[in-house]
């Protein structure tokens, strides 16, 4: 399976506290998104960045991405407790046409 | 920004029978749609990805017999699930691609089979 890792798999953190997810894959890819899942619904795109970037920003969101280390880390800051949800990565993979693999996904829990 | 509608959101059907699940994309033509399913607290996993007018591409392991998808349409593309048994029961999510839109996910679908 090409399905990456992400750790922690589950987090719980005070509103207002920063949380910071690790996503970890295996192989060459072509860029690397971010996506957000609410309980039982379908996924939102937050952030995609390309194997030739290193970071991106977004609003309150700070992605890295280390090809060297074939990892990637989502950091959001000043969290709110609307930002509880799942987040996954997903790989899109050079030489495949165009489908994702996502990893297993973190679970942040945003607290008042 | 680009839509994508699935349908029904939550569907119950008792053993034996068939389900089919829609996926539409609203606002622009889908090229490419693809099947996920995806259980309790895990990842979501390819089913298949399908191109309009062509024949879907199952991920090993999955039953094009049992998971049939059709792409007839640029805006459709249906999942239908046959002789449905209880460990069918998951969540479908369908995610549509086109040329200049990225991906978009559709709602998701929660089947019980029962």
């Known amino acids: 399976s090409q399905q990456g890792e992400e750790d922690p798999q589950a987090l719980s953190i005070q509103e207002g506290e920063n949380a910071t997810m690790n996503c970890s894959y295996k192989t060459s890819i072509n860029n690397l998104q971010w996506y957000r899942q609410n309980s039982g619904r379908g996924l939102v795109h937050l952030i995609l960045?390309?194997?030739?970037?290193r970071e991106k920003h977004s609003g309150r969101l700070r992605v890295t991405l280390d090809t060297s280390k074939k990892s990637s880390s989502l950091l959001i800051t000043a969290s709110r407790a609307a930002d509880t949800a799942s987040y996954f990565c997903a790989t899109g993979l050079t030489g495949t046409a165009s489908k994702l693999t996502f990893g297993t996904g973190t679970r942040l829990q945003v607290t008042l | 920004g680009a839509v994508v509608s699935q349908h029904p959101s939550r569907v119950i059907c008792k053993s034996g029978t068939s389900v089919k699940i829609e996926c539409r994309s609203l606002?622009?033509?889908?090229?490419?749609m693809f099947w996920y399913r995806q259980f309790p607290k895990q990842s979501l996993m390819l089913m298949a990805t399908?191109?309009?007018?062509?024949?879907?591409?199952?991920e090993q392991g999955v039953e094009k017999d049992k998971f049939l998808i059709n792409h007839a349409s640029l805006t459709l593309s249906t999942l239908t699930v046959t002789s449905a048994h209880p460990e069918d029961s998951s969540f479908y999510i369908c995610?549509?691609?086109?040329?200049?839109?990225?991906?978009?996910f559709g709602s998701g679908t929660r089947l019980t089979v029962v």
């Open positions: 995610s549509a691609r086109g040329i200049n839109y990225g991906y978009t």
């Open positions: 960045i390309r194997s030739n970037e």
């Open positions: 606002d622009f033509q889908a090229t490419t």
């Open positions: 399908s191109n309009e007018g062509s024949k879907a591409t199952y």
